[in-house]
């Protein structure tokens, strides 16, 4: 153990310091001043006493690593300010929120904090999975250091939060990890913190109960809780937050009003990937493959292991038919495994979807679809249901489109709700339930992901408009002036709406079946038949 | 920070304590048919056992199982506090690295819990005293000076080896030796008086034989510790806490790198 010497900091809140007086003064909330973090890590993590003997004995030291996950890195948070941390995985983003949180301490520079934290790193870590949700509550809320007297008086409201009235005095154990997240969501926001800092823990639990948590969190900044935000979406940050900073290997790349650094960090992080999936499938074969490929699976090896500890996923190797990309729902993988036949993998950043699918057999790997990457041909198709619309934007869009006709040698299937007429609803002083989802960041058109697929030279393809609504009247219609990231229409929370017959029929959903090689007619029908019934 | 920054954050989180406390109780006897019975019934049995071999084959005095139970559960209070001190870091590593809190409540809350424990199971002593027809006098009122130096001594041994262990796991199977040899050279089963004469020193070196006096002397005998004694047991009480509380806040920043 090679002994380092930390310099006086004072990275606990509370503890006064120069710089923590003058930040009070000027109403500062966190200051990181020049702020290194040195981890230690020893080739053999922990030793034994016997080892220790004789190594010592044999002159030999333990082999230590040094490695700087975080270096010079410098920046204010102003009280009442929304503040985002951008950065791929690894780049020194929790990091940061360890030392601001207090777990870590700097090795240089310091670090202040002024006022109580709710850390949201990793939601439900103290938990007990053999005490009830009650007990939980407490001990949870505890840990977090609030009275328990708050706790009380705060109970059912977080219960009801929670949404978990009825489960309330069962074990933990017997909870589902979304669940326990939103126990953990409820009781971390509930009792008015001076600090939240929101880690990517919020990718968990399902779409609907990832609204809520936005909806609540936005409450929060309204109020004027500081708030620290770091997200994988950079939409989400672009929402939330006024200003951020963009944390690239450790140091400190843009820091500066939210659209500048969120542009620059989108700029690199959505062409890197693109150039390295540079489209190489040659042309079309010009020959009628009768055959297909049934029955022919690709051995494949996913050992990703993401430099975030929170994200480490079991590797996972097996021969698969199909990938399922997924990002909001575990669902999905059924639908193919039901409509095409075959042998699924689901690949998704959603820790709650992946756990879901291994639930039920399945495989499933957390990975970033702009990081993952496969062999060519190892699929017989990828599908892409609700996941697209999800992506930063149309760069996203065509880097994954691109490097799905890589990995798959037959065709992929693409789900998402319409956004067609959103302009034509709208002038009508009308909108789809979606079109506002603050989750939705990219609204492409058909026309948009028509002329992805030409640059892409992938020229066959089809697509289904599905869902009609032949007026207002239909339950996916709302009137503009209602909420964003509200569910289907409930005339209570929506207020009336106007009643329009439409000339033509709206669509809600597309699905867009794309060729990879060429098929016989029948074939052909057939997918786009199996992948159309629901 | 300062020593005494570090005993406020501790107290800033007595509720955490507290909660910690309750459920290491709650958590062991939880699915056990008997539940709480087991803290009264364990010693009883030890207490039975001990009694028929000693009491029978070497032909001890009658009031033995009052001898033998209260060292008994003195010296489980003891053993089970450290082992589970010890244990205590490594077991909460999950939460170390993720939530700020002050680490030295997790030995802490292992050491109260097994106190409450110990409390409960005052219950079949004073049963075992009255049925042996214990003398009661006021010395019984010494009898939480010797719980406190037992307590604090254990709190100062657990916080010291919790950070050996973070560092050496085998610390913990050493231990478990060390425990069973201690159990041995501290007169828990047998009078100080069987050891020979020029032996009696090896006794006398070992604090728990000290503090085990002055908690079985009123109880056992009904007269009040050597004065010398109770001073000793509570600096040995003392001494030990400080000596763990500084060796563990000496390297209680390094901790995250190998949990």
Redesign the interface.
């Known amino acids: 153990?090679a002994a380092?010497s930390?310099p006086s900091t004072s990275a606990?809140p509370g503890?006064p310091s120069a710089a923590a007086q003058e930040a009070a003064a000027s109403g500062v909330a966190i200051r990181i001043d020049d702020l290194s973090v040195r981890?230690?890590?020893?080739k053999e993590?922990?030793?034994?006493?016997?080892e220790?003997a004789i190594r010592w004995i044999q002159r030999r030291p333990v082999e230590v690593e040094e490695f700087w996950p975080v270096r010079n890195v410098s920046f204010d948070v102003q009280r009442g300010e929304a503040f985002g941390i951008v950065g791929r995985n690894g780049a020194g983003k929790s990091t940061v929120l360890k030392v601001i949180?207090?777990?870590?301490?700097p090795t240089l520079g310091t670090v202040d904090v002024r006022g109580r934290i709710a850390?949201l790193?990793?939601l439900g870590?103290?938990f007990?999975s053999?005490?009830t949700g009650r007990?939980n509550i407490?001990?949870y809320g505890?840990?977090?250091?609030?009275?328990?007297q708050k706790l009380d008086e705060r109970f059912s409201h977080i219960v009801e939060f929670a949404e978990l009235e009825h489960f309330i005095d069962v074990p933990l154990k017997n909870y589902s990890s979304g669940m326990a997240s939103r126990l953990g969501f409820a009781v971390a926001t509930d009792v008015d913190p001076d600090i939240l800092i929101v880690d990517e823990a919020l990718t968990v639990g399902d779409a609907r109960f990832q609204l809520k948590c936005m909806e609540r969190i936005e409450l929060f900044r309204q109020r004027g809780v500081t708030i620290l935000f770091v997200s994988h979406n950079p939409d989400q940050v672009r929402r939330l937050c006024s200003r951020a900073l963009w944390l690239d290997n450790g140091v400190v790349r843009l820091l500066g009003g939210v659209d500048e650094v969120v542009d620059g960090y989108t700029a690199v992080e959505y062409e890197l990937p693109r150039r390295r999936t540079a489209w190489t499938k040659p042309d079309l074969p010009s020959f009628v493959e009768e055959s297909g490929s049934a029955g022919k699976q690709s051995a494949v090896s996913v050992a990703y292991r993401s430099p975030n500890e929170n994200r480490q996923t079991p590797p996972v190797h097996g021969e698969y038919d199909f990938i399922d990309f997924t990002l909001v729902d575990a669902r999905s993988m059924e639908f193919c495994r039901e409509a095409f036949g075959g042998r699924g993998l689901s690949v998704s950043n959603n820790i709650a979807v992946a756990e879901r699918v291994r639930a039920a057999g399945g495989d499933a790997v957390t990975a970033d679809l702009s990081v993952i990457d496969f062999p060519d041909d190892s699929f017989s198709f990828v599908s892409l249901m609700d996941s697209i619309h999800l992506l930063p934007g149309l760069e996203a869009i065509s880097h994954v489109l691109a490097s799905s006709a890589r990995w798959a040698r037959d065709f992929i299937f693409v789900r998402m709700p319409s956004y067609e007429d959103e302009e034509y609803l709208r002038a009508l002083g009308l909108k789809h339930y979606w079109h506002d989802w603050s989750w939705y960041p990219t609204h492409p058109r058909v026309d948009q992901i028509s002329s992805i697929l030409q640059s892409l030279g992938l020229e066959q393809y089809h697509v289904s408009h599905r869902s009609p609504a032949l007026s207002s009247d239909a339950a996916s219609i709302l009137p503009l002036a209602a909420p964003p990231d509200q569910g289907v229409y409930d005339a209570e929370i929506h207020g009336p709406k106007l009643s329009i017959e439409f000339p033509r029929p709206i669509y809600g959903q597309i699905d867009v079946f794309i060729a990879l090689r060429r098929f016989e007619t029948a074939q052909w029908h057939d997918i786009i038949t199996k992948g159309t019934q629901s | 920070?300062t020593t005494a920054?570090q005993v406020r954050?501790l107290w800033?989180?007595r509720?955490?304590l507290?909660?910690?406390v309750?459920?290491d109780i709650?958590?062991r006897y939880?699915r056990s048919v008997l539940g709480f019975a087991w803290m009264l019934l364990n010693p009883l049995i030890s207490m039975i056992v001990f009694s028929i071999i000693f009491r029978e084959v070497f032909g001890m005095e009658q009031d033995y199982p009052l001898y033998v139970i209260s060292a008994l559960l003195f010296f489980n209070l003891f053993s089970l506090g450290s082992s589970q001190g010890l244990n205590s870091i490594v077991a909460s590593s999950?939460?170390?690295?993720?939530?700020?809190?002050p680490k030295s409540i997790f030995p802490l809350a292992s050491v109260l819990a097994n106190l409450v424990n110990f409390g409960l199971s005052l219950i079949p002593l004073a049963a075992v005293m009255i049925f042996t027809g214990a003398k009661l006098t006021p010395a019984l009122l010494v009898v939480p000076v010797g719980i406190l130096s037992i307590s604090l001594f254990t709190y100062g041994i657990s916080l010291a080896l919790a950070t050996a262990n973070v560092?050496?796991?085998?610390?913990r199977w050493?231990y478990d030796s060390a425990l069973l040899i201690l159990f041995y050279v501290t007169p828990v089963i047998y009078p100080a008086k069987v050891v020979p004469e020029q032996f009696r020193f090896l006794l006398a070196l070992n604090p728990l034989t000290t503090m085990l006096e002055v908690f079985r002397a009123p109880i056992y005998e009904g007269v009040l510790p050597a004065p010398a004694a109770l001073g000793a047991s509570l600096l040995y009480g003392l001494g030990a806490t400080i000596v763990g509380w500084m060796v563990f806040h000496r390297y209680e920043?390094?901790f995250?790198?190998?949990i």
């Not at chain 1, 981890?39 to 020893?42: G, I």
């Not at chain 1, 993590?45 to 016997?50: D, E, P, Q």
């Not at chain 2, 999950?94 to 809190?101: D, F, S, Y």
Request: charged share 25%; no cysteine.
């Open positions: 153990m380092p930390i606990a503890t981890l230690s890590l020893q993590v922990v030793l034994s006493l016997r220790t949180a207090g777990v870590l301490s850390p790193l990793e870590a103290g007990d053999e005490m007990e407490y001990l505890s840990l977090l250091g609030f009275p328990r | 920070m920054g954050s800033r989180y509720e955490l507290r909660n910690l309750v459920r709650k958590v939880k999950g939460l170390i690295r993720k939530v700020a809190v560092f050496y796991r085998d610390v050493f920043d390094r995250i790198n190998f």
